[in-house]
């Protein structure tokens, strides 16, 4: 399968799971109850960013934590979608989708 549409489907997989969540689910402990679902998303946010600024030869730059956690499933939209247009290695690619899926699991 195309790395870039294995890291689509995983996206979109995690939003359809969370994108009607309101704010208490949000703030729910993960499943590995260390931290809230949502820091955990944001989490997962910075890191598929990060592969982006690497991909492009940019500095890596802190994605703001947004005041609404619902906003959460748009930002990784959008940081998912900048990943692909950098056409980075598979690899980056396949880390972003496992990355994802492991969220995923863990919420």
Not at 5 to 22: K, N, P, S, T, Y
Not at 23 to 30: E, H, I, K, N, V
Not at 59 to 69: C, E, G, I, K, Q
Request: no cysteine.
């Amino acid at each position: 399968m195309d790395r870039a549409v294995e890291l689509d489907r995983a996206v979109e997989l995690l939003v359809r799971q969370v994108g009607h969540w309101q704010s208490p689910r949000w703030s729910a402990l993960a499943a590995d109850g260390n931290v809230s679902r949502a820091d955990l998303v944001h989490r997962l946010v910075q890191e598929v960013a990060n592969l982006a600024a690497d991909a492009e030869g940019q500095p890596r730059r802190t994605v703001p934590r947004l005041a609404n956690d619902l906003a959460l499933p748009d930002q990784l939209r959008v940081v998912a979608a900048d990943l692909v247009a950098a056409a980075p290695a598979s690899e980056a690619l396949a880390r972003a989708a496992a990355e994802v899926a492991a969220t995923r699991n863990a919420l």
